[in-house]
T-cell receptor
């Protein structure tokens, strides 16, 4: 089992540039979650999808952030324009569904540095 | 709203010491409770879970009991190893919100030989 795949693993960009983070969930999982982790704020849920439909995006910090899930095997998180305060590790996770006790499987994360 | 509070870290122990990491929660419904572990440079992975009051989750020598009366889910291990060094996250999933996990801030554990 390949697990959740994220790319790139590391991204360094300059302020104002567009950044796109990619995620491939585990096959058969129909819920997908994007998280951000920083020292200051800990782990934050940004948005999650069920059956490719966004369910809750209340955690998306600003309009500069957007996420899509065009099909069951791919999702993107885009930041445009990026700012230094967006520097963080971004995790994608997937689960079999939205039942309360379903385990979420996390990818290895993308470490984003905005200069 | 729902929330999770973990003890502040870092926690520094010697090998074979007893570990407790405290976790308390606030929830309006009947949440499921989880402990996730994050090893350096990796994503989080589920360590154990409990879905109802008085359930005990256990895995790899770690245990936690869902205590509704004290709204707690403390993580324990009788004898830690150097390989247990990691960040530990307590989390809850409110049934009303689906599986949108609410995480604590995480507790860093460092075990020395």
């Amino acid at each position: 089992d390949a697990g959740v795949i994220q790319s790139p693993r590391h991204e360094v960009t300059e302020m104002g540039q567009e950044v796109t983070l990619r995620c491939k969930p585990i096959s058969g999982h129909n819920s997908l979650f994007w998280y951000r982790q920083t020292m200051m704020r800990g782990l934050e849920l940004l948005i999650y999808f069920n059956n490719n439909v966004p369910i809750d995006d209340s955690g998306m910090p600003e309009d500069r952030f957007s996420a899509k899930m065009p099909n069951a095997s791919f999702s993107t998180l885009k930041i445009q324009p990026s700012e230094p305060r967006d520097s963080a590790v971004y995790f994608c996770a997937s689960s079999r569904g939205l039942a309360t006790n379903n385990e979420q499987f996390f990818g290895p994360g993308t470490r984003l540095t905005v200069l | 709203g729902d929330s999770v509070t973990q003890m502040e870290g870092p926690v520094t122990l010697s090998e074979e010491a007893f570990l407790t990491i405290n976790c308390t929660y606030t929830a309006t419904g009947y949440p499921s409770l989880f402990w996730y572990v994050q090893y350096p440079g990796e994503g989080l992975q589920l360590l154990l879970k409990a879905t109802k009051a008085d359930d005990k989750g256990s895995n790899k020598g770690f245990e936690a009991t869902y205590r509704k009366e004290t709204t707690s889910f403390h993580l324990e291990k009788g004898s830690v190893q150097v390989s247990d060094s990691a960040v530990y996250f307590c989390a809850l999933s409110d049934g009303q919100a689906g599986t949108a996990l609410i995480f604590g801030k995480g507790t860093t554990l460092s075990v020395s030989s």
